[in-house]
């Protein structure tokens, strides 16, 4: 059986022609996909009210739920990709740099903090917060050491008396 009858045109239609429909006799629907398309339509118009509290309380399940995990598939199968993404934006919106001013900062400190000089393969963007202006490139425990010390001097000097008197001990 090659074609059908639609119920609604009453036009003798190639079978290809009509909606996939499992519940019904040959799998397809008796209504061509151009009618269903319709029916469709109207019925949504005429019923968009309940549809819109299906549609909520549905998402609201869904993002609940199933999209968090889609989110933890999709980080796993693209982070890679996403990391270098994330690297790019987070240089143009907190140092307002591009990644090829960082590429130039790593290849002239040779891949080394300005502190400590080890070398590092990633390096951090070490600021002044008060001018926003970039100093360098640092690894993460001199970044984050001269975070703790608010970047004041004085903080810094009195660290370094500190462990002078209990070095000598």
């Not at 022609?17 to 019904?24: G, L």
């Not at 903080?155 to 008197?165: H, P, Q, T, V």
């Amino acid at each position: 059986m090659d074609t059908l009858v639609c119920r609604v045109c009453k036009e003798t239609k190639n079978i290809e022609e009509f909606v996939n429909d499992k519940r019904c006799k040959f799998g397809k629907s008796r209504l061509c996909k151009k009618c269903a398309r319709e029916y469709r339509k109207k019925w949504y118009k005429e019923n968009i009210d309940t549809e819109k509290v299906k549609r909520t309380a549905y998402m609201k399940i869904y993002n609940k739920k199933r999209r968090p995990i889609i989110n933890k598939i999709y980080y796993h199968k693209n982070k890679k990709r996403l990391l270098e993404v994330y690297k790019k934006n987070n240089l143009k919106y907190y140092h307002n740099m591009t990644e090829d001013d960082y590429n130039i900062m790593h290849d002239a400190q040779n891949g080394k903090c300005k502190i400590c000089g080890k070398k590092q393969e990633r390096l951090f963007v070490d600021h002044d917060h008060e001018t926003n202006e970039t100093r360098g490139l640092l690894c993460n425990n001199c970044n984050t050491g001269l975070g703790m010390f608010k970047d004041n001097k004085n903080n810094l000097l009195s660290a370094i008396k500190y462990l002078d008197e209990y070095m000598s001990i």
